[in-house]
């Protein structure tokens, strides 16, 4: 990759990464409780009712952390972090897997929203 795509793809990948590692952070800022934490995980609070009931970003984690995604796999793309966009996205692609899992494990149906 020449250069100046490398120094842009980057750039971009960093903007990316800043925004999503911003929702993350203010939405794990926003949980009081063990409680919330596992409420967050299973995603009760991925609808914006749910998250606003909590207050602050918690909506936004999931977003959050797809926007970390993006970025560490845009990061794959330049030679200098190449290996640390790889086990961004690896480690990222683990922990939506496993919440995904343990979610469908866990279902909710039929039980009362709080």
Do not use: W
């Not at 952070?25 to 009081?32: D, E, R, S």
């Not at 919330?36 to 977003?63: N, W």
């Not at 897997?97 to 709080?114: D, E, F, H, K």
Request: hydrophobic content about 55%.
């Amino acid at each position: 990759m020449k250069l100046r795509a490398s120094n842009l793809a980057s750039l971009f990948a960093g903007i990316v990464s800043l925004v999503g590692l911003v929702l993350t952070i203010g939405a794990l800022g926003a949980i009081k409780s063990t409680d919330e934490l596992h409420r967050l995980m299973t995603y009760d609070y991925v609808s914006i009712v749910d998250g606003q009931a909590v207050g602050g970003m918690v909506s936004d984690f999931f977003t959050g952390v797809a926007m970390l995604l993006i970025g560490s796999v845009l990061f794959m793309k330049v030679d200098r972090v190449r290996r640390f966009g790889k086990v961004a996205a690896g480690t990222l692609l683990l922990f939506i897997s496993l919440t995904l899992v343990y979610a469908c494990v866990n279902p909710r149906i039929g039980v009362r929203p709080y």
